[in-house]
């Protein structure tokens, strides 16, 4: 067992364990950890991490994947569903980005959402450690939510894909690999990790008094249904803006746009419990 001491530790630890033959690697902690390992799995030569295995113990605020998996929440329960597992092969997403004027580029894999907006500036708000401590991670998402909410500029964004084009004002763009994240906002509803795609949420721009009504139905997964929603399953995506907008993948930033983001199909081995 090897503890990370370091933000970019659990990378390195998994890129070498990988290297070093190991095909079962375990991440306890919660999807910012999973983040870095997963991107310190995919760093290694493709050549030797076509036998790995990764599994989760959940550990985190979130724990958005592990509810995607169906993992369990306990650790006696967790360590049991590895110890009886199978094997479910998932997508991942890319993100990409190069910004031509700061020579800024970076990239990284995603196993559960990527943000660009409002939810990912909601992402930063609560990362810096903003909201009460005492709040769930719902609870400090929505917190968050509220706070943001009251000075948030429009950013005029342009989106591009296999899904056609938009060009305006945008509250949001979510890419999901899975449904959720924020511990409970379901922002892709119908995203699945294992089916070849990822899933666009573009939230136009709306009075603020709407956003705060709306914010409840991202919880059920509703809100795709409001006319200021977009909803279309992709393959690949391009984001530009007119300002420095962070975008953020399983909670944490990657990159600043334009950013383009693919689907990588069957990118990685997870193990899940075989009931």
């Not at 030797?48 to 169906?70: F, K, T, Y």
């Not at 899975?178 to 892709?188: D, F, K, M, Q």
Request: glycine share 10%; aromatic share 6%; hydrophobic share 45%.
């Amino acid at each position: 067992m090897r503890a990370t001491d370091a933000p970019g530790a659990a990378a390195r630890l998994a890129r070498e364990a990988v290297e070093a033959g190991s095909t079962r690697i375990v991440a306890s902690g919660g999807d910012g950890t999973v983040h870095e390992v997963v991107n310190g799995i995919m760093a290694a030569p493709a050549s030797s991490r076509q036998e790995l295995e990764l599994g989760i113990l959940p550990a985190g605020r979130c724990n958005d994947l592990a509810h995607a998996l169906g993992l369990p929440a306990g650790p006696d329960a967790a360590i049991t569903g590895l110890l009886h597992h199978r094997t479910q092969t998932l997508d991942l997403g890319h993100v990409v980005g190069s910004d031509p004027v700061s020579q800024e580029r970076g990239s990284a894999y995603f196993i559960t959402v990527a943000t660009f907006g409002f939810d990912s500036e909601v992402a930063e708000f609560v990362a810096d450690g903003r909201a009460p401590a005492i709040l769930g991670a719902s609870g400090a998402y929505l917190y968050g939510a509220a706070v943001t909410l009251r000075t948030y500029a429009w950013p005029d964004a342009t989106v591009r894909g296999d899904f056609g084009a938009f060009r305006g004002q945008l509250l949001l763009a979510a890419v999901g690999n899975t449904s959720r994240y924020g511990g409970r906002i379901r922002v892709a509803p119908d995203a699945r990790p294992d089916d070849g795609r990822l899933d666009l949420c573009l939230v136009r721009r709306m009075p603020k008094w709407e956003i705060l009504r709306m914010l409840p139905r991202a919880l059920a997964g509703s809100h795709v249904g409001h006319p200021a929603v977009a909803y279309h399953r992709i393959r690949q995506v391009q984001l530009a803006a007119n300002r420095k907008v962070g975008v953020w993948a399983d909670g944490e930033f990657v990159a600043h746009p334009p950013v383009t983001i693919t689907v990588v199909p069957q990118a990685l081995r997870v193990m899940r419990p075989d009931r």
